[in-house]
């Protein structure tokens, strides 16, 4: 793969040129002699390093920020951190990666694999497709997506509502799981699959992973827990891309090279873990963030979509809610979840046993809510699900930066208010008080 990411880079800048002239409907640059047409095989890495960067990027850094893991320190993101930088131009990138480099493209592709049968392909493209979908309807909500991706035969695309995009979303799931448990087809995917490889069972677990995530959000604790247990069996299992090095670094490491010292670790985070004794991770999180200096974003840093410790702690959450002091299953997913972050962050044994002798987890019997929610938090350092996380649960509980609320969504892109007239009404929409659908 090390040899293989600047060609997929090219690859990605090409196919989004070449996927423009198919999205807008046109034939601009056509030489029917030299057809441009870009091989499904070469399409889908583009999309799987898209995938990576946008959530490592803008939804972990905005997320991990109004959780107060992060905090903005240095020019806009100061404006940033007190909210009031949070305009809809700031998440015009976001959205347009999401809907240009990534949607899109996966239209396209998945175009081509049904075409030429390209079975495992479609289901890769289906449960890729699921995933963006939810990523982006947590933060935004209503979304278009029956009536976008036509070009020009609709350029005001109306809005589903977030229940039918979740709707759209489990069949996705499910319709990718039902393609990869069937025969490939006339070509099966490899190396160019960035994130597993090829393996079939790897992309069942992850949408089965994506699932569990899906039904945590709606409330549906026995489903998600269910769909939780039959998906991750290890750490090893986890849905993420492996950026190489230096050269085609992760999306923190980038961040904190080109905008050094804009963002560093948070004193609410700091508190908690201080006041757990958690000083093992404690001394690994909160490192200055400049590029080079902080030990866990690396540059060859492994992006996580979805993984096994998050699965685990929603079997825990799951046992908690339906169980005053939960059962002996819950507490182990539990202290699985905690022991996979330890290792995460390069710590053994020995730091995972002095943190879980010194008292701050509890017994079997005196666990709360409050205490695996905590717990998960703390887990899933940077990670965007922890923004759904507190909006779910209040947990932390969190002292606004400025004003008298957190904001519990993101803006749609100034783009979106400006030319799709039937997108919200910017003036009215409240990035503080209009949930999105599951918090309602």
Same mark, same amino acid.
């Given at each position: 793969?090390?040899?293989?990411?600047?060609?997929?880079?090219?690859?990605?800048?090409?196919?989004?040129?070449? +996927?423009?002239?198919?999205?807008?409907?046109?034939?601009?640059?056509? !030489?029917?002699?030299?057809?441009?047409?870009?091989?499904?095989?070469?399409?889908?890495?583009?999309?799987?390093?898209?995938?990576?960067?946008?959530?490592?990027?803008?939804?972990? &850094?905005?997320?991990?920020?109004?959780?107060?893991?992060?905090?903005?320190?240095?020019?806009?993101?100061?404006?940033?951190?007190?909210?009031?930088?949070?305009?809809?131009?700031?998440?015009?990138?976001?959205?347009?990666?999401?809907?240009?480099?990534?949607?899109?493209?996966?239209?396209?592709?998945?175009? +081509?694999?049904?075409?030429?049968? @390209?079975?495992? /392909?479609?289901?890769?493209?289906?449960?890729?497709?699921?995933?963006?979908?939810?990523? #982006?309807?947590?933060?935004?909500?209503?979304?278009?997506?029956?009536?976008?991706?036509?070009?020009?035969?609709?350029?005001?695309?109306?809005?589903?509502?977030?229940?039918?995009? /979740?709707?759209?979303? /489990?069949?996705?799931?499910?319709?990718?799981?039902?393609?990869?448990?069937?025969?490939?087809?006339?070509?099966?995917?490899?190396?160019? !699959?960035?994130?597993?490889?090829?393996?079939?069972?790897?992309?069942?677990?992850?949408? &089965? #992973?994506?699932?569990?995530?899906?039904?945590? *959000?709606?409330?549906? =604790?026995?489903?998600?827990?269910?769909?939780?247990?039959?998906? @991750?069996? +290890?750490?090893?299992?986890?849905?993420?891309?492996?950026? %190489?090095?230096?050269?085609?670094?992760?999306?923190?490491? &980038?961040?904190?090279?080109?905008?050094?010292?804009?963002?560093?670790? *948070?004193?609410?985070?700091?508190?908690?873990?201080?006041?757990?004794?958690?000083? !093992?991770?404690?001394?690994?999180?909160?490192?200055?963030?400049?590029?080079?200096? *902080? %030990?866990?974003?690396?540059? !060859?840093?492994?992006?996580?979509?979805?993984? =096994? &410790?998050?699965?685990?702690?929603?079997?825990?959450?799951?046992?908690?809610?339906?169980?005053?002091?939960?059962?002996? #299953?819950?507490?182990?997913?539990?202290?699985?979840?905690?022991?996979?972050?330890?290792?995460?962050?390069?710590?053994?044994?020995?730091?995972?046993?002095?943190?879980?002798?010194?008292?701050?987890?509890?017994?079997?019997?005196?666990?709360?809510?409050?205490?695996?929610?905590?717990?998960?938090?703390?887990?899933?350092?940077?990670?965007?699900?922890?923004?759904?996380?507190?909006?779910?649960?209040?947990?932390?509980?969190?002292?606004?930066?400025?004003?008298?609320?957190?904001?519990?969504?993101? *803006? =749609?892109? +100034?783009?979106?208010?400006?030319?799709?007239?039937?997108?919200?009404?910017?003036?009215?929409?409240?990035?503080?008080?209009?949930?999105?659908?599951?918090?309602?």
């Amino acid at each position: 793969m090390k040899l293989y990411i600047k060609y997929f880079l090219v690859i990605f800048l090409t196919t989004s040129f070449l +996927s423009c002239e198919k999205f807008i409907g046109g034939e601009f640059n056509a !030489d029917p002699n030299n057809p441009a047409t870009v091989p499904v095989s070469a399409q889908i890495p583009a999309i799987q390093i898209a995938l990576s960067d946008v959530y490592g990027g803008d939804f972990s &850094r905005f997320g991990s920020m109004m959780s107060q893991q992060v905090e903005g320190v240095a020019r806009q993101w100061v404006a940033f951190n007190q909210y009031t930088g949070l305009t809809p131009n700031r998440f015009d990138d976001a959205w347009q990666n999401i809907y240009e480099n990534i949607l899109n493209e996966i239209q396209i592709a998945k175009a +081509s694999s049904s075409e030429d049968g @390209f079975n495992h /392909y479609l289901g890769m493209l289906q449960i890729i497709e699921g995933y963006t979908l939810m990523i #982006a309807t947590d933060v935004w909500d209503d979304m278009p997506y029956d009536d976008a991706f036509k070009g020009l035969g609709s350029t005001n695309p109306t809005y589903n509502t977030q229940a039918d995009i /979740y709707s759209k979303i /489990y069949q996705l799931l499910d319709d990718g799981i039902a393609l990869m448990e069937g025969p490939s087809g006339s070509v099966a995917p490899g190396g160019e !699959d960035v994130f597993f490889g090829g393996d079939v069972n790897a992309w069942i677990n992850a949408a &089965r #992973a994506t699932k569990s995530r899906g039904l945590l *959000h709606q409330k549906d =604790y026995a489903g998600a827990a269910a769909e939780a247990a039959a998906s @991750f069996a +290890s750490a090893d299992d986890n849905w993420g891309f492996q950026y %190489p090095d230096a050269n085609s670094a992760g999306n923190w490491f &980038r961040f904190n090279r080109d905008r050094e010292g804009d963002i560093e670790f *948070h004193p609410t985070m700091r508190a908690i873990m201080t006041g757990l004794n958690d000083t !093992d991770r404690l001394s690994i999180m909160d490192q200055t963030f400049n590029a080079g200096d *902080h %030990p866990y974003m690396v540059a !060859d840093f492994f992006q996580e979509m979805i993984t =096994y &410790r998050e699965m685990q702690f929603i079997i825990a959450e799951a046992d908690v809610r339906a169980n005053a002091g939960m059962t002996q #299953a819950g507490y182990d997913a539990m202290l699985n979840g905690i022991k996979a972050s330890f290792v995460r962050l390069g710590l053994g044994d020995t730091e995972y046993d002095a943190y879980i002798a010194n008292g701050s987890v509890p017994a079997l019997g005196s666990v709360t809510l409050e205490d695996v929610m905590t717990q998960k938090y703390i887990a899933m350092f940077v990670q965007p699900e922890v923004y759904s996380d507190w909006r779910r649960t209040g947990i932390p509980a969190l002292t606004p930066v400025s004003g008298s609320a957190v904001p519990v969504r993101w *803006h =749609y892109s +100034s783009d979106e208010y400006l030319f799709n007239s039937n997108a919200p009404d910017e003036t009215t929409l409240s990035i503080y008080t209009d949930r999105v659908g599951w918090n309602q």
